[in-house]
């Protein structure tokens, strides 16, 4: 069965730095593309970072650029979210994608995607 499994989340303060793993089992990085996306409280879903199947295409949302790495350990089949500077306003449920299609790109939109996580909360607060 496949699986997409978040972690990571946590209370940080405004300034400080997160970095969330995504797991996933039973289907190969080598062929989906991997997406975070993050929901607020009464807001849209929003890609935040992806990368393709063969690793060397990357995309990021406006959200978090500039303050956000994606990165992936292929022999323990997880992708790294590596975000810095956060405010309240990145208070999210964040969640990990898969996709399918080319291995040469990926999406940042959620309709694009076949496997979800159950998302990790990040609250960013005094």
């Known amino acids: 069965q496949v699986e997409v499994v978040e972690s990571g989340g946590d209370l940080v303060q405004p300034g400080g730095s997160l970095r969330l793993s995504c797991v996933v089992s039973?289907?190969?990085?080598?062929?989906?593309?991997i997406t975070w996306f993050r929901q607020a409280p009464g807001k849209e879903r929003d890609g935040v970072a992806c990368?393709?199947?063969?690793?060397?295409?990357?995309n990021y949302g406006d959200s978090l650029k500039g303050r956000s790495a994606i990165s992936r350990d292929m022999a323990k089949s997880t992708v790294h979210l590596q975000m810095n500077n956060l405010s309240p306003q990145d208070s999210a449920v964040y969640y990990c994608?898969?996709?399918?299609?080319?291995?040469?790109?990926?999406?940042?939109?959620?309709?694009?995607?076949?496997?979800w996580g159950k998302g990790t909360a990040v609250t960013v607060s005094t």
């Open positions: 990368v393709s199947a063969s690793g060397d295409f990357i």
């Open positions: 994608a898969a996709s399918g299609g080319s291995r040469f790109s990926c999406s940042l939109n959620s309709k694009d995607m076949t496997y």
């Open positions: 039973k289907f190969s990085l080598d062929y989906n593309g």
